[in-house]
Every structure is written in structure tokens, then in C-alpha cells.
């Protein structure tokens, strides 16, 4: 071989310009030029880099967001710093390499591995917890009995439903994470962004497309926006999590005021239109709402803006796209929308929105459109008709949320003989088997029954919600629905209610079963008995959502898991002997006393319990 090659003109430039780009995508991660490298030197820690046109790309955006913060003196968190080091979504390699060596991820790469939906979540439980992403929470019985079998092969045999109408397989093995990964993509599930700083599961209403009430069915939306995030590499660069949903105006709620983003669906008249100025005439639009993050006592917003249904998904890539150039990256705790919203106020954060969507927005005032249909508490569960003549729904109890996989295949089962082999899950844990002719609705609700589920539940239970808890969550102070089980047990044989309740018990200040909505909401805490540190809540009253938004109030503090059941069973029998009228809500009857006042009528209701 001679020392002396020589390149011909074009070989030059090629190589020139190889060399320009892998220098650039290694600037980029923090690491020296190849010729720095071969010299033994390091680049720069965190120097800003100016990016060429060969480097830039879908990444672009994020990079040169850390690059404006670290150019201003800022620091970036240590997340942050470790998306910089290293992308998420190209660590297949390290991945596999890593199950075949039965070796769970350490340092930052647990954090990394969460952009795959696979959460090491030691110490609760020495395994991985794999997050789905289902568009609008709907998917076909095929898929749900496929996920029993990857659960029961590769995990604890076992699924939860969760509070963005998803599901989780937990207790899986170092070995398993892309067996489920692959088995999941063979289904058509696709969990790519489920977790950490991504846009989570896209909600819509689960009565989608079968609500005799609703305005629009939403879940082609929710599809829409699925794909749209999982096709967009930039979609992927946010400073932290981020949640969409779509509300059509049925009977079940999708909670999308507790949502960064929510498109509530509205009718107005061609007569309206033509008075308050928007030029598309009457029909079903969405008001764009932002900003919500109830376990930072905020609900979104309305912002004015009115869209037509083809606009949303475009209107949805761009808010996301401001928020990723504009989102703290120093900051976890701030790093939310909310904040953006508050630093900036509304009217800027739209201005820039429009700038990035390329035309204005239409607004219109909200007392012009016709109200929406009431929402049913209960309408989430036991039969009810379908806007197809002759059909009907049947809404399932999952109990706190948790499927055996024999009971999944039971559901596909039942969907399969009886339905359309569709399963519905929602935002309050549980499910929904629809298109059930009236003639096969009894034969439905005995095979239910049959598998160890049921198609009705009391006052209690139908809305009771419950995170993970301590038993697989490394954040939860408490088992919460051990403590959510025990609850309803106590007060189903304590009282009879004539009301729907709320009863929401969260393991940590991130809120995932959302207590500050519910009726009553039970944050976990941990109290000192002798020597010893137990199990306890903070509890709160008056939360609600859509149009009775509200932030629930701590009433009473530290109240351990045991003493729970009674205390709750004492403020509900406080609330049935004070309420104005038998029609009053707990959480409007809370709301109409300070808590001093509460906390009089909780304690005799007690007292007149007592013996």
C-alpha cells in the first residue's frame, strides 16, 4: 500500500462533506470532532453549537433549544443533558444487547428507555412495566386477547387499565422487554413515545361513534393524531410529557379539560356563525382548550379559538412545535405547558402558534355555541342504548383497574360472539363492550358475571380510582388500591348512597388517578405510629371537572390507611343528612362550606353514628 493517495476532484469533495457532517452530528451530542478525537481532545462541555445544513433535521428543534438555554447561562437538568448525550428513540442496539445479557438499564438510560414505553421500575418491583398506546383507548378484541397472551408470557399475568383509557403489562423480566415490544408491533401496537418526555396516549370519548348524544365522533381525530406523532420525529423533543385529547359531547366524559390540550366539540348555527363573524358557516367545530394539569391545580382554558374538525390534528402539531422551542429545560417542575401559558399569557403563546401554523386562527365566543348534552357519571357502566337502532353498550367493572389475562380472553370472547369485537376502555378505569344487540343483552351480562367481573356497581365503586401504588410505582407513598379495595368494602356494608361519588387515591404528587378531581381525593403520605412509619392520605373534597370544574381542598391531613374507610364513610353521612336536597351533589354541597363548616358537620354525623 503507498502513503500517497491520490482523490480525484469529485472523491475530494465527497469526502469533504462526509466528514463536515460527521463532525457536525458528534458536535451536536457533545463530542469532539474526529480529528479533536484522534488528538486525544475533548469538545467543549455543553458549548452551544451552530447547526449546518447538513446537521440540521427532526432533532433540530430540541438541540437548539438546549443550545438557547446553555447560551443564556442556563443548566440544563440532568434529563436533558442525557437526551443531548444520547437520542432514545436509536438505542435498539444497546437495548437488545441488554435484554440478551438479562441486565436491566442503570443511570439515565432508565429514564431513556421510557421513550420505548418500558419503565424499569425497581425498587416497587424488580421488573419493567411496558405503557401501550391505544388511540382513543379503543381496540379490537383480537388485540386485546394478543396482549392477554404477551402479559401472561412475558409478564406477571396481568394487565392494568389505566386513567388515559390505556393499558400497562407489569412484572416484566430483564430478558423480555422487546419480546413484548416486537409482540405488541405484530398486534398493530405501536408504544413508541408512551413515556417520559412525549405526547401520551391520545384520549378521545370512548362512546365514540356510538353515543347517541354526541356532537362528532372523535375517534378518527384520535387516530389522526396518533399516526401524525408517531410519523413526526420532532413530536418527539418536548421538555416534558404532554397529553391531547378529544371530547365529542357524549354521555361519558374524556376529561379533556385536564388535558395540555383539549378539543371540546361545540355546534353552532349558521345564523350565530354569521353574527359573530367566522366565515365557514354552522355546524360541529372544537374550541381549542390549553393548559390543563389538575395534579398542578389547573384545568385548561378556553382560548377563544374555534376549529373545524380537518384543522385540529395540524393546530395540535404546531402548539406542540412552540412548545418545544419555548418549554423550561432547567426546570422539571416547571417544564409543563402550564408554565409556558403562565410566563407568556395566552394571547402571545397564540400569536406564535399561528406564526408556526402559517395563517390566523378563527375565534368566537363561547356563549354562541349551543351548549353541549350533560355528562352521566354512571354512563360508563351497566347497558345502555346505542345510537344504532336495536344496539346497545355494556359498560364492565374492572376493579381498581387490574385484569386477570383469562378475564381479557373472556372480554374478547364475549365482544367476539355477542358485539363487534370492539373493546372500549375509558378515563375511569374501565371498559366498555359495545354493539350488543337486545336480544343477547341478559346472555352478556351472565357470562360477565361468569368470568368474575360484573356489568353494575354501586354508588362506590363506579367511580372509584386508584394509581399503581407502592406495589409497582417507586414514587407512590401508599398501596393504594388495596387501600381503594378496602374503602369500598367498608363503605358498601357501612351505608346505602342514592348519588354517584368520586373516590380518587393517588400514590404521589403526580397525581396519575387525578384525586384533585374527584369528589373526594386521597393524596399518600407517610405518618409516624410508635416506631414505626405507616400508610396515610391527605384528603380532599369538592373536586369536579367539565362544567363543574374544580380544585378539591385538603380537609384533613395524615389519616392513616386503616382509619380511612371510616373517615370517608363519616363525611358522606354528614353529606346525606345536610344536603339542601336529595338532588345535591357531594361536591356541590362541599363547595358551598368552608372547611371549618365541613369539618363541624363531618364530626357530629360521627357522633350521632356512634353508639
Known sequence: MTDNVTFTDEQRHYLEGLMSGANAARALRGMPTLSQAMAGLAAPAQTPVALTASAAGPDTPAIEAQDKVIAAGGKLCKEEKAKRDKNALDMWDEMADR????EFPKGTDVFLMKYHGLFHVAPAQNSYMCRLRLPGGILSAAQFRGIADIAENYGGGYTHVTTRANLQIREIAPENPLNVYTGLADLGVIIRGSGSDNIRNVTASPTAGIDPQELIDTLPLAKQMHHYILNHREMYGLPRKFNIAFEGGGAIASLADTNDIGFAAV??????????????GGGVYFRLELGGITGHKDFARDTGVILRPEQCVKVAAA???VFVRSGDRTDRNKARLKYVL??????KFIAEVEKEYGEALPRFDLD?????????????LGVHPQQQAGLNYVGVVVPVGKLTC????????????????TIRLTVWQNLLISDVADADVETVKRRLEAIGLHWSATNVRAGLVACTGNTGCKFAASDTKTHATAIADHLDAA????HPINIHLTGCHHSCAQHYIGDIGLLASKVSRGDDMVEAYHIHVGGGYGVNQSIAREIYRDVTADEAPAVIERMLAGYQQHREAADETFSAFTRRHDLDELRKIFDAADQLAAP
Open 406 to 421: 383469562e378475564q381479557m380472553r373472556g372480554l374478547a370472547k364475549i365482544a367476539d360472539e355477542f358485539g363487534s369485537g
Open 368 to 380: 354562541k355555541c349551543e351548549p353541549r348534552g350533560p355528562v352521566d357519571a354512571l354512563a360508563h
Open 319 to 321: 402548539i406542540v412545535r
Open 495 to 498: 351505608m346505602q348512597l342514592d
Open 99 to 102: 435484554a440478551a445479557a438479562g
Open 342 to 347: 403562565d410566563d407568556w399569557g395566552f394571547d
Open 267 to 280: 355546534r353552532v348555527t349558521d345564523e350565530s356563525t354569521a353574527a359573530g363573524g367566522l366565515a365557514s
